[in-house]
Nanobody
Framework: QVQLVESGGGSAQAGGSLRLSCAVS????????MGWVRQAPGKEREGVGS???????TYADSVKGRFTISLDNSKQTLYLEMNMLRPEDTAMYYC??????????????????????WGQGTQVTVSS
């Protein structure tokens, strides 16, 4: 069973940076599709970004150029580096993984699939 534990959330000023981490355990597949999803109060969930086992990454337009996803395979840890933060980035951030086979491309949007496993989330608050 896959377990995902996020950490690194907190408060930041607009223009600042935060790095989220997600400890991944129980994921026994060679091919992977992992990423991050966020949900702000009163808003729908949004796929933030994804990373595939080919090292291909995708990002939502709202974070492109500011956020970076990476995976440390040796530590089985997924990261989300967030720079140039904006108040609209305030949300609960969830680590997400899809299990193969992948009939659809690994993209930020597909991290919202119902079959995706999610962590418990970590809160990010950005003040102006």
């Amino acid at each position: 069973q896959v377990q995902l534990v996020e950490s690194g959330g907190g408060s930041a000023q607009a223009g600042g940076s935060l790095r989220l981490s997600c400890a991944v355990s129980g994921y026994r597949y060679r091919d992977y599709c992992m990423g991050w999803v966020r949900q702000a109060p009163g808003k729908e969930r949004e796929g933030v970004g994804s990373i595939h086992s080919t090292d291909t990454t995708t990002y939502a337009d709202s974070v492109k150029g500011r956020f970076t996803i990476s995976l440390d395979n040796s530590k089985q840890t997924l990261y989300l580096e967030m720079n140039m933060l904006r108040p609209e980035d305030t949300a609960m951030y969830y680590c997400a993984v899809r299990k193969p086979p992948f009939f659809d491309p690994c993209t930020a949007a597909t991290m919202l699939y119902p079959s995706t496993d999610w962590g418990q989330g970590t809160q990010v608050t950005v003040s102006s």
